[in-house]
């Protein structure tokens, strides 16, 4: 699986998942990546690392042809978005895990080296990476979450959020299609928790028939998938995850809100 360049013994396999298809240009020959704090959030990268899998970069290049790119532009294109090349000017705080999350996933791990690349290839301007297409840089990540052993669920649960943040910073009707899923969605739950907790449970519910509210609740989850666009398989993961992910959060969120204004009221008090 790793690729490593003729006559040159610097590229090796990435130590935490060497079948991921990542090699590292290391001269230790551990193949470690080098990375070091710059401040309280922020690393540097500091030396190179490039991802090798001919499925998934035939994959890349046949979806770069369909939209419109010529043989060799693909290929160049993928083979520049699988390559890491450390820069001064490019820290990061490795994958982006708000601390309230950070129960489910840390900023680390398997999918280290994928959220790196995906970060290059996710700049500041829409569709303006690599790739030319930030959905597809979506899809790339999820694939090398893929080969470095990422969990199934978790890869795509990932790969919902970043594909979630993808539509929202197109703006236009992919910002509105979000808008009107979240909707979607905030009725779907409330109505798939009320109505299960008035079967199991016999909490008050103003229809006389929960099951069928409970079906309905379920059923909009396909309904809205369509508001994803070619995306659309991750609006149903995102939808069934929400169900068990977004209560744990909101009390993540808030049990770690109050211990913030513990911090403050400790300095407030003289406290260091």
């Not at 979240?182 to 409330?190: M, P, Q, Y």
């Not at 006389?208 to 396909?222: G, N």
Request: a neutral charge; proline letters at 5%; charged letters at 20%.
């Amino acid at each position: 699986m790793a690729e490593h360049t003729s006559g040159d013994e610097r590229w090796v396999s990435w130590r935490v998942a060497p079948e991921s298809g990542f090699v590292v240009d290391d001269p230790t020959g551990r193949g470690e990546v080098d990375i070091a704090q710059t401040d309280e959030r922020q690393f540097l990268v500091r030396n190179a690392f490039r991802f090798h899998d001919p499925d998934v970069e035939e994959y890349m290049v046949g979806q770069l042809i369909e939209r419109g790119s010529t043989g060799a532009d693909a290929r160049r294109a993928v083979d520049t978005a699988r390559t890491f090349v450390p820069r001064d000017d490019n820290p990061t705080d490795l994958a982006s895990i708000p601390r309230f999350l950070r129960w489910f996933e840390n900023p680390y791990g398997r999918h280290s080296l994928a959220a790196l690349i995906h970060d290059e290839l996710i700049t500041g301007t829409v569709n303006s990476g690599a790739l030319g297409s930030d959905t597809l840089s979506d899809r790339f990540f999820r694939e090398m979450m893929r080969t470095s052993g990422v969990p199934w669920l978790r890869r795509w649960i990932m790969w919902s959020a970043v594909a979630l943040r993808t539509r929202w910073v197109a703006g236009g009707w992919r910002r509105l299609s979000v808008v009107v899923w979240l909707l979607l969605s905030v009725v779907g739950i409330s109505a798939a928790v009320g109505s299960t907790g008035a079967l199991l449970f016999g909490w008050p519910w103003p229809t006389s028939s929960p099951a069928v509210s409970l079906a309905l609740s379920l059923l909009m989850i396909f309904v809205a998938a369509p508001l994803w666009g070619r995306q659309w398989a991750a609006s149903l993961v995102a939808a069934v995850a929400a169900l068990w992910l977004l209560p744990a959060a909101i009390v993540a969120y808030f049990a770690y809100a109050l211990y913030l204004l513990s911090e403050k009221a400790a300095r407030t008090g003289g406290l260091t």
